[in-house]
């Protein structure tokens, strides 16, 4: 079993908590990368099988924080081997349920897992690694996230179009189960973060710099996923593309994700977060200015995505690392915080992008997503502004 180390390897078990966070991050999309063969399957339109992202992301961004505070004393191996032992057994569930109100229940059920491994994964970083190496470790665990949107989420596309979305489900079902049984392998006993007071709750909130970073994280999460969340029938009404070509895309887009996961991964800690999450905001505000190009064909269709799919993944662990160095005696309640905003914005976009869709405005999709990123670059800087400024001498 490994222990913390201060060499500038890092740790294995940081190796099983990012692989954590890939069968966290494949079963989080699974049900965008199938959301044709859903409605499909079970008889429900596009927007109504949107509601199964939606009502997942608000149990998701409702939950971190409260269950940040539930679990403050729990050991972190048993934790998070716990959370993807949940994970498995439900996403089974899923791939059992007759029907869509079945479906909906267990699919918001199965999604406590997210809300407590990934935060509670970062904030353990913490105490994995010295502090010279947080930023590095942080980023790498949130790999997982990335290479679930190479691998995981092509893979949850190309089997839904092939076998079916239970199939999918199930697949994720089975790795939850291996990951689970990999953390409490390779996590060391004794690994507990500080519980937060309700004055380091309340210290937190009270953080104007804190809160604003967080709400950089809504608003970017909120602009992408307007459209994310729609990319498959968005893909097929506008380029004919479902099952293997499908499946390519999201191959092609998670791909250049992890690209720019590992170059934040590399950079972060010599050009600061802030710039970091500035540079990743504007390469995906880019992508959906240029989105109607798209429409031309498949070729121009993947080198539009290219600048989103960089920024994607990268910004999250940026915007990870940035609050941990913001305040790391706050980073349980900020990591927390923060997947809220991820999950929360996710909830919104869903939410937005299936009323319009509904209304007949797919094509739209973009333009407001556009908007809500550059808002989130604007929110950015004045967050910068305003954290240099409290941190000033006086």
Not at 59 to 64: E, F, P, Q
Not at 256 to 266: D, I, K, Q, T
Not at 334 to 339: C, E, G, I, Q
Request: charged fraction near 5%; glycine fraction near 12%.
């Amino acid at each position: 079993m490994s222990h913390p180390a201060s060499s500038h390897a890092l740790p294995r078990a940081l190796w099983a908590l990012m692989v954590g966070n890939f069968v966290i991050g494949t079963g989080v999309m699974a049900v965008p990368g199938t959301l044709n063969e859903i409605s499909h399957a079970l008889g429900v339109s596009i927007p109504q099988a949107g509601q199964l992202i939606t009502a997942a992301a608000i149990l998701m961004g409702v939950g971190a924080p409260v269950f940040a505070s539930l679990v403050a004393g729990w050991d972190r191996r048993r934790l998070l081997a716990l959370s993807l032992l949940w994970y498995g057994l439900l996403n089974g569930a899923c791939a059992l349920a007759p029907n869509y109100a079945s479906l909906l229940p267990l699919r918001v059920l199965a999604v406590i897992a997210p809300a407590i491994f990934t935060p509670q994964a970062a904030a353990s970083v913490g105490l994995l690694v010295p502090a010279a190496q947080r930023g590095r470790a942080i980023t790498f665990i949130f790999l997982g996230w990335s290479v679930a949107s190479v691998m995981g989420m092509p893979l949850a596309a190309w089997i839904g179009g092939e076998l079916g979305w239970r199939w999918a489900f199930g697949l994720v079902g089975l790795m939850s189960l291996a990951s689970g049984w990999w953390v409490w392998r390779e996590m060391p006993d004794g690994i507990r973060p500080a519980a937060l007071s309700r004055q380091a709750w309340a210290q937190t909130l009270g953080s104007a710099p804190l809160m604003m970073a967080v709400g950089v994280t809504l608003l970017a999460g909120f602009g992408q996923f307007v459209l994310f969340s729609y990319m498959a029938p968005y893909f097929q009404e506008t380029l004919g593309v479902r099952g293997g070509m499908l499946s390519l895309m999201f191959l092609w887009f998670g791909a250049f994700g992890l690209a720019g996961n590992m170059l934040m991964s590399r950079w972060i800690d010599r050009i600061g977060a802030s710039r970091a999450v500035l540079i990743a905001a504007a390469a995906m505000a880019l992508s959906l200015l240029l989105w109607p190009l798209g429409r031309l064909g498949i070729w121009q269709q993947g080198l539009v995505v290219v600048p989103w799919a960089l920024g994607c993944f990268a910004m999250n662990s940026a915007q990870q690392a940035r609050l941990v160095h913001m305040a790391p005696a706050l980073a349980p309640a900020t990591v927390a915080l923060n997947s809220s905003g991820i999950y929360g914005g996710q909830a919104l976009g869903a939410a937005l992008g299936g009323v319009m869709i509904a209304q007949g405005h797919m094509l739209q999709l973009h333009q407001v997503g556009f908007v809500l990123l550059l808002v989130s670059m604007a929110l950015s800087v004045w967050a910068a502004h305003t954290q240099k400024r409290s941190s000033a001498p006086r």
